[in-house]
């Protein structure tokens, strides 16, 4: 297995656009909060991780479309025909792919957090200004589930390009909770069933990272759940079709 | 290691692209895969290295088939397609991540572009590469892990005739240190410049199995093409024998069912003087679209 960690992570950074693409994830959250401390007149630092986890959303969307691309560039490009001549044992190249998908995105949010987070609190110190990160409360345990979303979400990339096979209709379905889960949402509450709104999979999965998730219905931990075991069932179709195509 | 074809069968919807096609490679000769655009010849390999699964039928490397295989790599170079690369790859990662995957070390990914000719351009962009250079790039691949059973789909597609020798060269050295080639080509010269023994198919069917040489005898057309200022008189004397004789002009006759030499023996015996004997090889293209006819009356016939 560490073979093929090793082969997929070599075709991820052996390609300008995958370093383009976290450049940019990494960038833009980071110069959101950074604007945020360099021009209020007083720093909230509640609304500081509020602003850093909303301009994530972008980090969020060039993730799954890396996460995505890891399998549809390849069909793209037909070098799934080598990769698989070289692996026949395909769910070992799913399972490769999926670790270093989640791997860079282990990293990249994680950049992104502590990055924004610490930039902002420089910025404030040239200021003379007060934040003490210390101040937000849930900090550690949602920036947490920030990153740990942020790798889910690169997962559930993958996860739609092993059933599409295509880099646009995957970039497309990225923005599935704009896309589906708004429209199913807000169906559903026309309907008066808010309560089932609630554990569509990405919205479920939001309370990991917010910093005082009320509880209702769930928590930090089974919203987290919800997500997880949605995105282990779209990679799992994904992987079982995977198997049985021609490739 | 001997490739086993064995009634391989595979259709793509209600289209039957393979029907019961079985055949043998063996070890120490190129065997040239020979069939027209739109045989089967890409579906056959794809079948042999698991990518496409066969409708019925098996294909077994010394008794294996690929797909159980853990590093086929070191076992069985293939190059189905060489344009099956990601352009804004270099050609050096192209083949760190194929290396990477089989445990090969990294030194061999230098090798393997010294011996084709690209280590100059090992750290260019493919997309900046020639169909030739792509070419070298897929038989660096198919070498990496030095493997004795090499299978390369149309490799001279795009290939001046420098590079067709290039190539043919490097097979045939292959094959002397015995290991198993099968190249497939569309291109019957460029099949005979390359290949020795032959293994035909034509519309997804098995047509025939034997060397270069026995598929043009029996497949070609052999004539013997005679001028002579007293072609009338040698022709009559020549049908007298059993054979077959069509007039080309008021000198010139074509000649079948008997040797240029019985022709020679037969005008010295009469006195009839001889301007040309010419023997007449029909070319392997000829051959190939005899053979390959035959499967489509045999086809449509079937019908």
Redesign the interface.
């Known amino acids: 297995m560490r073979r093929i960690i090793s082969s997929e992570w070599i075709k991820m950074r052996s390609i300008r656009t995958t370093w383009l693409f976290v450049a940019f994830a990494i960038a833009v959250p980071v110069l959101i909060s950074s604007l945020y401390a360099a021009f209020t007149s007083e720093i909230d630092p509640d609304t500081l991780y509020r602003a850093l986890t909303a301009a994530s959303i972008v980090t969020l969307i060039l993730l799954g479309v890396l996460g995505a691309s890891s399998y549809s560039a390849e069909h793209a490009f037909n070098t799934i025909r080598p990769t698989f001549s070289v692996t026949p044992k395909r769910a070992r190249v799913v399972v490769g792919k999926a670790i270093v998908v989640a791997a860079l995105a282990l990293v990249v949010q994680s950049i992104v957090v502590v990055g924004g987070l610490e930039i902002a609190n420089l910025i404030a110190a040239g200021r003379d200004l007060d934040l003490d990160l210390g101040d937000i409360e849930g900090l550690v345990p949602a920036a947490t589930g920030l990153v740990l979303f942020a790798a889910l979400f690169a997962l559930f990339g993958l996860g739609i390009a092993l059933i599409v096979r295509s880099t646009a209709a995957g970039a497309l379905l990225m923005l599935w909770p704009l896309l589906i889960e708004s429209v199913i949402g807000r169906l559903l509450s026309l309907v008066s069933a808010d309560t089932v709104a609630e554990w569509l999979p990405y919205h479920a999965g939001t309370t990991m990272f917010e910093l005082q998730p009320d509880g209702d219905p769930f928590g930090r931990l089974v919203g987290g759940l919800v997500f997880a075991v949605f995105v282990l069932l779209i990679i799992a179709t994904g992987a079982a079709l995977t198997t049985r195509r021609d490739a | 290691m001997t490739i086993v074809v064995e009634h391989l069968t595979k259709r793509y919807g209600a289209k039957t692209v393979l029907q019961d096609l079985s055949f043998e490679v063996r070890p120490g000769v190129v065997t040239g895969f020979l069939g027209p655009n739109g045989a089967g010849k890409s579906t056959t390999m ?1 079948c042999m ?5 066969p409708d019925a039928g098996r294909v077994t490397f010394d008794g294996r088939p ?5 590093r ?2 070191e076992q069985i170079g ?1 190059l ?2 060489a ?8 050609a050096r ?1 192209h083949l ?3 290396a ?4 090969i070390p990294r030194a061999r990914v230098d090798t393997v572009l010294e011996l084709v000719g690209l280590a100059s351009a090992a750290r260019t962009p493919i997309k900046a590469f020639s169909l030739g250079m792509k070419q070298r790039l897929g038989l660096a ?1 198919v070498l990496l892990g030095d493997p004795h059973t090499v299978i390369l789909d149309e490799p001279g597609n795009g290939l001046d005739p420098e590079g067709i020798r290039w190539i043919r060269d490097v097979l045939v050295q292959l094959a002397a240190e015995d290991r198993t080639v099968l190249v497939s080509s569309h291109l019957l010269a460029e099949m005979a410049l390359m290949a020795s023994e032959l293994v035909v198919i034509g519309k997804g069917q098995l047509v025939d199995v034997c060397s270069v040489e026995d598929f043009l005898v029996r497949y070609g057309d052999h004539h013997t093409r005679v001028v002579s200022p007293r072609v009338d008189e040698l022709a009559t004397a020549l049908r007298e024998q059993g054979a077959d004789v069509a007039p080309v002009d008021d000198v010139t006759v074509t000649v079948r069912a008997a040797t240029s030499a019985e022709i020679g023996d037969l005008a010295a015996r009469l006195g009839v003087p001889l301007h040309q004997l010419v023997d007449q090889a029909a070319s392997l293209e000829d051959s190939f679209l005899e053979a390959t006819a035959e499967v489509r009356q045999y086809r449509s016939g079937a019908v």
Request: charged share 20%; hydrophobic share 40%; no cysteine.
């Open positions: 794809r290295v698991g990518l496409d699964r690929y797909p159980s295989m853990d086929p790599l293939v189905l397609d344009s099956y690369v990601h352009p804004a790859r270099s990662n760190l991540w194929m990477a995957a089989s445990g691949g």
